[in-house]
């Protein structure tokens, strides 16, 4: 799962990357990108790259930082809704990549959540007084 994980995350890093830094020409062929769509993409591309080496470490806060990813993504969406209605130039298929990624980012949480992030119950992480 981990290495899918980070397949997930290298080529949305890839493909975010590719528009801001305008790699290959990518950011001509991608049409009408909203910005702050694609910063989220990358700034979540690199939540999953951590989250992947958490989760190969078997450490519950993986699970936190795919909760993070998606929030900023359910974030992102929502201002995305709202530039569109306000009539802002969009891709149809980013309404599409956006549910995607969030589905996505919910299952890989939900997946770590149940795995590893019991592991680590609070009862564990206070130390115990006079034993």
Same mark, same amino acid.
């Given at each position: 799962m981990a290495?899918? =994980?980070a397949m997930f995350g290298f080529l949305t890093l890839f493909l975010s990357s590719s528009i801001i830094f305008? $790699?290959?020409d990518i950011r001509e062929r991608e049409g009408n990108y909203v910005w702050f769509i694609v $910063?989220?993409?990358f700034v979540c591309s690199l939540i999953y790259l951590f989250s992947a080496y958490g989760l190969v470490k078997t450490k519950s806060w993986a699970?936190? =930082? =795919?909760v993070l990813a998606l929030i900023i993504l359910l974030v992102a969406f929502a201002g995305l809704l709202i530039h569109i209605k306000g009539g802002g130039l969009h891709e149809t298929k980013? #309404? *599409?990549a956006m549910i995607f990624r969030m589905a996505v !980012?919910? =299952?890989f949480a939900g997946w770590v959540y149940? !795995? #590893?992030g019991k592991i680590s119950s609070p009862q564990e992480s206070v130390?115990?007084? *006079?034993k």
């Open positions: 290495a899918l =994980l305008d $790699w290959f $910063w989220a993409n699970y936190k =930082l =795919l980013t #309404i *599409g !980012t919910a =299952l149940f !795995t #590893i130390p115990e007084s *006079g």
